[in-house]
């Protein structure tokens, strides 16, 4: 009885870690399927206009002033991301 309740846990056990090693994987190519280069270059741009646009025009409050370091810190953390 011990035995299949210790071979129940290596299939499961066996599964997680098929998973775990392709799990990132799967995950990156169903958002590459739906939102390839492209259209990522095209809605990065247009969210770091808008943020540099919002910016500029709020005159009294600049949550990211110049020289927009919070938007900086986010093209890093995209870059180690990309590079890894």
Excluded: K
């Amino acid at each position: 009885m011990s035995t299949s309740s210790g071979s129940n846990a290596g299939i499961c056990h066996a599964r997680y870690s098929r998973w775990q090693s392709r799990g990132p994987e799967i995950l990156a190519d169903r958002v590459t399927a739906v939102f390839g280069p492209w259209a990522f270059i095209i809605v990065q741009t247009m969210i770091v206009v808008l943020w540099i646009g919002l910016n500029l025009l709020a005159a009294v409050y600049h949550w990211d002033p110049y020289p927009v370091i919070l938007l900086n810190l986010v093209f890093s953390t995209q870059a180690a991301y990309a590079a890894r």
